[in-house]
């Protein structure tokens, strides 16, 4: 770590050597609860979306009200990124004083907080939504969060058998080894259909603009952790399957408003919007998370700035 007078510079290795240890389950659990405890201030996020090549950039910022600093958060994510060599995130972490708005901290992670927040978002809900017993995980997507949902999730449901799809065969033969480098077992699904077919827990992790998923794929006792569509042009699964499933989860209903799957669903429904239960309101124990084995549950996220805040502030106060 380097100090520039009042400023504390972090960089990506710096960053690294301070998750060791770090239990990022339970930190996401803190964050979303507070959220839901209405203990932070998050304003909607802004984004820049592009079209070639293929990107977009989310602006995220917020603060707890107890807590002394703001954070405020880039992320971008450009999908052809891999094939030039490049990771397909990016992004940093600017840290304020509350008090006097000075920066306090940089935290140059090129994304990698973002993306364990994300990840560690899908191994909350999976911990009070997925059935007990998992015989295999169904992945879409051969990206970052196919890897990482995977590995947080080893917290709350272990599980070393893979079944995923992805659209590029090369990546999804890259995706495959690198899973299997790691100790899982992996098996390549010709279509989203068959991966719901042999599987009680589904991630979606991609960057779909049209639904993956149909209600008619999926089983009784299914979990679906969807979390690439946070955008209002993003769509992984078909609306069907939010309006029939037995408890439909989010990170924010008011963010859930305009973006992904809650958008597509229902607009500008209030009556059933307001039927969507909150995360932060299961781990608070407001509301039951699965209740009966036979359920068919899906959790929604779009990332809050209240996950960037709890895991800033975590990497700050550890040496």
Not at 16 to 21: C, H, S, T
Not at 31 to 60: C, N, T, W, Y
Not at 71 to 93: E, Q, R, T
Not at 163 to 171: D, K, L, Q, S, T
Request: proline share 3%.
């Amino acid at each position: 770590m380097t100090d520039a007078g009042s400023i504390t510079f972090l960089d990506a290795s710096q960053i690294e050597q301070r998750l060791k240890g770090l239990d990022l389950v339970r930190l996401m659990e803190g964050a979303f609860a507070a959220f839901s405890r209405g203990e932070a201030v998050v304003p909607p996020p802004g984004e820049l979306l592009f079209e070639d090549p293929p990107g977009e950039v989310h602006i995220k910022y917020g603060y707890l009200k107890s807590g002394d600093t703001y954070v405020v958060k880039i992320a971008s994510g450009f999908w052809n990124n891999p094939a030039h060599g490049l990771s397909s995130s990016d992004g940093l972490l600017l840290v304020f004083r509350k008090d006097t708005g000075q920066l306090a901290a940089v935290l140059n992670d090129h994304g990698r907080l973002t993306d364990l927040r994300t990840a560690a978002a899908g191994a909350v809900a999976a911990k009070y939504l997925a059935p007990e017993q998992i015989e295999a995980i169904g992945v879409l997507g051969t990206g970052i969060q196919a890897e990482l949902q995977v590995q947080l999730l080893q917290a709350v449901r272990p599980c070393r058998n893979i079944v995923f799809w992805g659209r590029n065969r090369e990546r999804g033969e890259a995706y495959a080894r690198r899973m299997r480098d790691r100790g899982f077992l992996v098996e390549a699904a010709r279509s989203p259909a068959e991966v719901a077919s042999r599987c009680h827990l589904i991630v979606t992790a991609t960057a779909s603009s049209e639904p993956l998923l149909q209600w008619s794929d999926i089983q009784p006792a299914t979990h679906i952790a969807c979390i690439g569509a946070d955008s209002a042009d993003k769509q992984e699964l078909d609306a069907s399957i939010i309006r029939q499933a037995d408890l439909v989860v989010t990170d924010s209903r008011a963010q859930g408003r305009s973006r992904g799957e809650l958008w597509h669903a229902y607009r500008a429904d209030d009556a059933a919007m307001s039927g969507i239960v909150e995360i932060g309101e299961i781990v608070s124990s407001a509301v039951n998370g699965r209740t009966a084995a036979e359920q068919v549950t899906v959790s929604t996220f779009s990332g809050l700035a209240v996950q960037d805040i709890a895991i800033a502030s975590a990497v700050l106060s550890r040496s």
